[in-house]
């Protein structure tokens, strides 16, 4: 089968609800991405922002979270994330976490067009090893530090 629009979900990002991330955001004309364009909540996203700024040369403060994209193919081959990727690679060389700087990179080189769907509703993002609970004010939970072993209740 073939698909008009894509929603990818790392391994540790959770639904909990049922409400339809297609019919909600414009993946036909939009990359849907969490964004942060302000200051950086963790050193994590510190050394991220660090890394964009090293490829585009400048002090824009950007970072873009690939634990939930939208998209469509359009949209995707827009980004153009293979070309010239080995020059990329080279340029932060002996850093972790290269894939967000290098998407953040990409999107804003080639002009491609992104709705931020950072809110905590739709990219709730949890740090510590989470309680026997689901927050259930939330769509979408990215538990990154991936300790699903407490995780029992999956609410409604």
């Known amino acids: 089968e073939q698909y008009e629009q894509v929603l990818y979900l790392d391994f540790d990002v959770i639904c909990n609800k049922h409400e339809n991330f297609f019919k909600t955001f414009d993946l036909k004309n939009n990359l849907c991405i969490k964004v942060v364009n302000n200051i950086a909540q963790n050193d994590k996203q ?20 690939t634990g939930i994209i939208g998209g469509c193919k359009d949209i995707f081959n827009q980004i153009n994330y293979f070309d010239n990727i080995d020059y990329l ?5 002996d850093q972790r976490w290269l894939n967000e700087p290098i998407l953040c990179y990409k999107v804003i080189m080639n002009n491609v067009q992104y709705e931020n769907i950072g809110s905590d509703k739709w990219h709730w993002t949890d740090r510590k090893r989470f309680e026997d609970k689901v927050f259930y004010h939330c769509c979408v939970k990215n538990y990154i530090r991936n300790y699903f072993d407490k995780f029992t209740d999956f609410g409604d």
Do not use: A, C, G
């Open 89 to 93: 690679i080279k340029q932060i060389k």
């Open 46 to 65: 510190e050394e991220k922002i660090k890394l964009y700024q090293q490829l585009t040369n400048s002090d824009d403060v950007l970072y873009m979270n």
